[in-house]
């Protein structure tokens, strides 16, 4: 298996070989999938405040139409309600919105001041307020609360060649292109043979590794399982050959396989659009068009699997209300965030509209320019991560994720 440049062989060797034996079995009965879209996506010309007229005055070239009669024109946004809609690129998750599977909460935000890519990204993944520094990622110190027996070797992974910093200090962590990576290695590749030698070792050895090491060749024979064979997503699923959607399909999979998967981690780049962003096609339209049809693909292939997993769609900050000279947008505050699954309450945006009206933040982004930053924030993003903690994944002690923060109730979580 190919793992993070920070992972060594061994260690993971070692972390299979040494799980508690009952792990498997128990670990994976809810999967989070926390995608990051890096850049900081303009989220305002993705769930479009329709309704309110100073939309169109901020944006004169860049704002998304208003709903059209004709429910099939793909220049218009898709009306949610009376007041919002989609960019049209985001149609193949309309189903998903309207079957109550999909949620929104505006204006979610941090309270760092900087407009910094890097600073703003790294408070989030560290699950920290602006200035305060705490060990590890949030995922990490969420995962360092599970008993031995509550995880697995593939308990956490990250798609891609690096773990992401939110999951720093977990205590089992891996980052992979594709499920299969994960496999004994062999001189000859007959991984076979060496995971029936292996099995009869275990099968006569009395000691710690005996059990644990009959856990991890059932583990391996799961994935195995999945890699025998063409791989045929269910529910209609179409993933596209672009890599956020293959690295969701590769998500499915170990879903599918049962391998004790908690916690999943994408990202999703290129969102830093101050030069000819474009508007219902353009720049920005092919990155939302590559999300919204990855993630209904996922949803669709979960089809049989949907009470267990819960995604999570968010950014470092949102873009700024008017649009710039430049015919793009500049670093702002508030975003929207989505959320998918079962145990969402969707079907609604939640959170008040705060109105587009500049916050004022103290402070200066990376541009040098100083003042007003974009949509109000009214939820700090740790009160949306707390209510998925809680209420999707039974999490009863939200200090050991985020020291000293108290959230406030958002109804996110049904």
């Given at each position: 298996m190919r793992i993070s440049n920070r992972t060594s062989r061994r260690g993971f060797i070692r972390q299979m070989l040494l799980a508690n034996e009952t792990v498997v079995?128990?670990?994976?009965?809810?999967?989070?999938?926390?995608?990051?879209?890096?850049?900081?996506?303009?989220?305002?010309?993705?769930?479009v405040p329709y309704g309110d007229d100073q939309y169109y005055k901020s944006r004169p070239t860049l704002a998304i139409p208003a709903p059209s009669q004709n429910k099939d024109n793909?220049?218009?946004?898709?009306?949610?309600?009376d007041f919002y809609a989609f960019h049209p690129k985001l149609r193949p998750l309309v189903p998903a919105f309207n079957e109550g599977r999909l949620g929104i909460v505006q204006a979610v935000g941090t309270d760092n001041p900087t407009g910094s890519h890097f600073e703003s990204q790294d408070q989030m993944e560290h699950g920290e307020a602006y200035g305060r520094i705490i060990g590890g990622g949030w995922l990490g110190r969420y995962l360092r609360t599970k008993a031995?027996?509550?995880?697995?070797?593939?308990?956490?992974?990250?798609?891609?060649?690096?773990?992401?910093?939110?999951?720093?200090?977990?205590?089992?962590?891996?980052a992979m292109e594709s499920?299969?990576?994960?496999?004994?290695?062999?001189?000859l590749g007959d991984t076979a043979a060496v995971s029936s030698v292996l099995s009869a070792m275990y099968g006569a050895e009395i000691g710690v590794l005996s059990q644990p090491g009959k856990t991890t060749l059932d583990l391996l024979k799961r994935v195995e399982t999945l890699r025998g064979t063409e791989y045929k997503p269910e529910g209609g699923a179409?993933?596209?050959?672009?890599?956020?959607?293959?690295?969701?399909?590769?998500?499915?999979?170990?879903?599918?396989?049962?391998?004790?998967?908690?916690?999943?981690?994408?990202?999703?780049?290129?969102?830093?659009?101050?030069?000819?962003?474009?508007?219902?096609?353009?720049?920005?339209?092919?990155?939302?068009?590559?999300?919204?049809?990855?993630?209904?693909?996922?949803?669709?292939?979960?089809?049989?699997?949907?009470?267990?997993?819960t995604t999570l769609v968010m950014t470092e900050f949102g873009r700024r209300i008017y649009e710039n000279g430049s015919l793009g947008t500049d670093h702002g505050r508030g975003f929207a965030m989505l959320a998918m699954g079962q145990g969402i309450k969707g079907g609604k945006v939640h959170g008040k509209w705060?109105?587009?009206?500049?916050?004022?933040?103290?402070?200066?982004?990376?541009?040098?320019?100083?003042g007003p930053s974009g949509l109000k924030?009214?939820?700090?993003?740790?009160?949306?991560?707390?209510?998925?903690?809680?209420?999707?994944?039974?999490?009863?002690?939200?200090?050991?994720?985020?020291?000293?923060?108290?959230?406030?109730?958002?109804?996110?979580?049904s």
């Open positions: 079995p128990a670990a994976g009965e809810r999967t989070l999938v926390c995608i990051f879209l890096r850049g900081a996506a303009d989220t305002l010309n993705m769930v793909d220049a218009t946004s898709i009306s949610l309600d031995a027996a509550e995880t697995t070797p593939l308990s956490a992974i990250a798609i891609g060649s690096t773990i992401p910093e939110s999951l720093r200090g977990a205590p089992t962590a891996s499920i299969d990576e994960v496999q004994i290695k062999t001189p179409v993933y596209l050959d672009d890599g956020f959607a293959q690295g969701l399909k590769e998500v499915a999979r170990l879903v599918k396989a049962k391998v004790g998967l908690e916690i999943a981690c994408l990202d999703l780049g290129n969102w830093d659009t101050h030069f000819f962003q474009g508007g219902a096609s353009g720049l920005q339209a092919d990155l939302i068009s590559q999300l919204a049809s990855g993630l209904a693909a996922f949803d669709a292939d979960l089809v049989e699997h949907r009470n267990r997993v705060p109105g587009l009206v500049e916050e004022e933040v103290a402070g200066s982004d990376t541009l040098g320019i100083t924030v009214l939820f700090d993003y740790r009160s949306v991560l707390s209510e998925v903690l809680t209420g999707i994944l039974g999490h009863r002690d939200l200090n050991q994720v985020f020291p000293n923060f108290h959230p406030e109730p958002v109804g996110l979580v």
